[in-house]
């Protein structure tokens, strides 16, 4: 299975002091140079972590595939064609959510997602909606035109138990479903390294796309060489 690496949260920390460092385009890089298939990075739009320059030089820098996040709006829409990242994935975006919250609501946004996805296609720019794990708005994801599917495994994430069980039941079943109408399928949001073990046997799904417990994990693990580090210098 592929993993794609989200960058946005390296960004998230170099805004706390406004300075330069840490840069999620090295972030990105390095990454990249461990094997991961994509690089995510969500442009939102109150822009709290990714800003349009990180995505300008994500696209120049990046040489697996960029994969820009990004809400329905006319703006976003604009900049994602100008910039040419391989892949889009629409996300539902309401400002006061500290992430994304759920999946994509296509029954509402049909018609406009429909004609929202044209141009991309024209562009030659793959498109993926980040949806819930249901055969009915797979089946009008596929309707409108998307390439791929990313599943929401938030609840999945949050679950415990048998509800777990349940929740991984019915991304296995989504997953089939939507591979069977001729669509790739990805999933993500939660996941981390124990949550993920299941997600190895599960074929029809292609790749991952892992954020926030990649960079907890490697604020961590990096820690330890970073304070014998200082330490070394200071005697
Ligand atoms: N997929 C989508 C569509 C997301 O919005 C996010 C969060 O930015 C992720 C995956 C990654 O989620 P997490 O940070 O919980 O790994």
Request: charged share 30%; aromatic share 4%.
């Given at each position: ?9 390296i960004a998230?920390?170099r ?9 999620p ?24 972590h990714i ?185």
């Open positions: 299975m592929r993993l794609a690496v989200n960058i946005d949260h998230t920390l805004n706390a002091r406004g300075e330069k460092e840490p840069d385009i090295e972030a990105a890089l390095l990454a990249e140079q461990c094997g991961v298939a994509g690089i995510v990075c969500h442009l939102r739009e109150d822009r709290r800003k349009d320059n990180d995505l300008a030089r994500l696209r120049q820098a990046i040489t697996t595939k960029l994969d820009l996040e990004m809400a329905m709006t006319t703006e976003l829409q604009e900049i994602a064609l100008r910039t040419k990242p391989e892949l889009i994935t629409l996300v539902p975006e309401k400002r006061e959510e500290l992430t994304t919250e759920g999946g994509f609501d296509i029954v509402r946004h049909f018609r406009f997602l429909t004609e929202f996805l044209k141009p991309f296609k024209l562009a030659g720019i793959e498109v993926s909606i980040f949806i819930e794990p249901e055969k009915k708005t797979i089946s009008l994801a596929a309707e409108a035109g998307t390439d791929i599917v990313e599943l929401h495994t938030g609840l999945y994430a949050l679950k415990q138990n048998d509800e777990r069980v349940l929740e991984l039941k019915r991304i296995r079943e989504a997953a089939a479903f939507a591979k069977s109408l001729g669509l790739k399928v990805v999933a993500g949001h939660g996941l981390n390294y124990i949550n993920i073990a299941p997600f190895r046997e599960i074929t029809d799904i292609e790749e991952v796309s892992i954020g926030h417990a990649i960079i907890a994990r490697a604020v961590m693990t990096g820690l330890e060489e970073a304070v014998r580090e200082m330490l070394r210098i200071l005697k």
